[in-house]
Structure formats: C-alpha cells, structure tokens
C-alpha cells in the first residue's frame, strides 16, 4: 500500500480543501470518493490500500472535515455545496470519467453529480443509501450530530465513538474502536481529543438544509440508468432498507447489489462479504 499524497484545492468561495490522492497518477481509473457527514476522506484507507496497485484513488475531504477549511458561513454546510466542490475538483485535476464512489452522504452527492453530468462517470458505487432514507437512520443520525466535549485520551475518544456507531459494527473490539476514532477525531494543541469535524455542521442537520436534496430522489435514480452501479447495504443497516434495494434494481435490473451481514450503517468497505465483489466491480468498470 502506497502512501497517500496531499492535494489542495481552493473553492470559489476562498476555502481550501484537502484530497487523499493515492496510486499511479496515470492509472486507466480513477477512483473518487466521498464520505458521510460527520467523516472524512480517511474513511477510505482500506479500499485505497487495495486498489492503489492499479488505480488512482481519490478521497476529498468536505468542507468542515478533516484537514479542509472550516466554513465560516455554516449554510453552506449541505450537499449541493459539496456537489459543486467535488465537480470542481474532478475539473481542475482533469479526471477522465472516474468511477464514484459514495458513503452515505456521499452516496446522495455522487447520484446527485451524475444527474447534473451524465457522462462525466464511469460508473458508481453507493454505500448504505438510495432514493429512500428511512426516518429511523435519520433520526439517529440528527441525534449524534454537533458538540462534543473533548475527551482526555484516545481511549475515551474510542468509548465515546462506540457509543455512537456500536449499533453497526457490534463485533468490534477495542482496537477497532481505536482505529475508527484515529480516522475520525484529532488530537488539539492542548493534547485533548475531538471530532475531526466543524461542530456548526450541526446547524445545518437541525435546520433540515443539511442534506439540501430534492425531496424525491427516484428522479434522480433514474438518470443513473445507464452506468454501472454497485450498491452496497449493511445488512442491519437503519438507512438503507433491502425493500429499497429491491425497488431500486427495479427500476435498474443490471444493477449489482451485494449486503454485509451484521453490519449497520455504513459498511467501512473492508469487510469480508463485500471485498470481492466490490473489488470485482471496479476491476470490471475499469476494463470496460
């Protein structure tokens, strides 16, 4: 697995964005993907450390995540803010037809980015979300969504981050846990440890503008009609149900769908049930 490389990206509104960029630059695909929420682009280790022997992988991190900018103006917070983003990104580095890929709110920016540019994509893969999101996934996830008060050690960052997401991933153990909160909280100046995210995002959650979608998203499904699309569903997952999946490939009869047992929102793309078929997937799209 090769190191990732930093890429910075100035928006049109002066805030600058960092991207996760890993593999041969001049790979025959290029693979981009967007994360959820509260996430950032290192929700993508795994899957990078798998392709970047023959693929460029792509991980942005949004606005108020990770490494970028925080945005002073806490409406921008939405997805059609990070849809325009990430399209300007996929401009300025050039991508030639990248295959998307999209966690959660990610997956909601990636149908989003293929309706607005029908052949700029290559195909696409959506992580635990579809056209609809049920209220219960919603509802927890609004829940867990804003201030945190930092903890003292990684250790209570772990517990913490548990507490939140035990409910889809009940086997993990403590080192998981561990490796979940290195990828999503950040050690401050003073030593102490937070979410990896501008807390104001919240804001937008609460006011219903932070998922800025139209209210009917099979629309939207529909102009995926003629890509290849993978979509992947935790098997316990509260936001994407298997009625959903079961409509959407409908609506798309060569659409792929693969499911991870005992796993709940969002599947993290390394576990056992998806690796082959995920990585088949891509292999595939590429050698189209």
Same mark, same amino acid.
């Given at each position: 697995?090769?190191?990732?490389?930093?890429?910075?990206?100035?928006?049109?509104?002066?805030?600058?964005?960092?991207?996760?960029?890993?593999?041969?630059?001049?790979?025959?695909?290029?693979?981009?993907?967007?994360?959820?929420?509260?996430?950032?682009?290192?929700?993508?280790?795994?899957?990078?450390?798998?392709?970047?022997?023959?693929?460029?992988?792509?991980? +942005?991190?949004?606005?108020?995540?990770?490494?970028?900018?925080? %945005?002073?103006?806490?409406?921008?917070?939405?997805?059609?803010? *990070?849809?325009? %983003?990430?399209?300007?990104?996929? /401009?300025?580095?050039?991508? %030639?037809?990248?295959?998307?890929?999209?966690?959660?709110?990610?997956?909601?920016?990636?149908?989003?980015?293929?309706?607005?540019?029908?052949?700029a994509f290559r195909g696409l893969v959506l992580n635990d979300i579809g056209p609809?999101?049920?209220?219960?996934?919603?509802?927890?996830?609004?829940? *867990?969504?804003?201030?945190?008060?930092?903890?003292?050690?990684?250790?209570?960052?772990?517990?913490?981050?548990?507490?939140?997401?035990?409910?889809?991933?009940?086997? *993990?153990?403590?080192?998981?846990?561990?490796?979940?909160?290195?990828?999503?909280?950040?050690e401050r100046d003073d030593g102490r440890v937070e979410p990896d995210y501008d807390?104001?995002?919240?804001?937008?959650?609460?006011?219903?503008?932070?998922?800025?979608? +139209?209210?009917?998203?099979?629309?939207?499904?529909?102009?995926?009609?003629?890509?290849?699309?993978?979509?992947?569903?935790?098997?316990?997952? /509260?936001?994407?149900?298997?009625?959903?999946?079961?409509?959407?490939?409908?609506?798309?009869p060569d659409m792929e769908a693969v499911e991870a047992a005992g796993i709940g929102?969002?599947?993290?793309?390394?576990?056992? %049930?998806?690796?082959?078929?995920?990585?088949?997937?891509?292999?595939?799209?590429?050698?189209?």
């Amino acid at each position: 697995m090769a190191d990732p490389r930093s890429l910075w990206f100035e928006t049109d509104d002066g805030l600058r964005l960092h991207v996760r960029d890993q593999g041969p630059v001049d790979a025959p695909l290029a693979v981009l993907c967007m994360h959820g929420l509260t996430r950032n682009g290192a929700d993508f280790e795994a899957l990078a450390g798998r392709l970047d022997d023959r693929y460029r992988v792509l991980a +942005p991190d949004q606005r108020g995540r990770g490494r970028s900018d925080r %945005d002073p103006q806490p409406a921008n917070y939405d997805v059609a803010r *990070y849809v325009r %983003d990430t399209l300007a990104i996929v /401009d300025e580095l050039g991508l %030639d037809r990248p295959l998307l890929v999209g966690t959660s709110m990610g997956g909601l920016m990636a149908m989003l980015m293929v309706a607005e540019r029908p052949d700029a994509f290559r195909g696409l893969v959506l992580n635990d979300i579809g056209p609809v999101l049920e209220p219960t996934g919603l509802e927890r996830i609004q829940g *867990y969504v804003g201030a945190v008060e930092p903890l003292a050690t990684w250790e209570e960052a772990a517990r913490a981050v548990q507490a939140v997401n035990g409910v889809a991933f009940p086997h *993990y153990e403590l080192e998981d846990w561990l490796a979940f909160a290195r990828r999503t909280w950040r050690e401050r100046d003073d030593g102490r440890v937070e979410p990896d995210y501008d807390p104001a995002i919240s804001e937008a959650v609460k006011a219903g503008s932070g998922a800025a979608v +139209p209210p009917d998203l099979w629309p939207v499904f529909e102009a995926l009609r003629s890509l290849p699309l993978l979509v992947v569903r935790g098997g316990i997952s /509260d936001l994407l149900s298997a009625e959903t999946v079961a409509t959407m490939r409908e609506r798309k009869p060569d659409m792929e769908a693969v499911e991870a047992a005992g796993i709940g929102h969002a599947p993290m793309l390394d576990e056992a %049930d998806l690796v082959p078929a995920l990585d088949a997937f891509i292999d595939a799209v590429a050698d189209r």
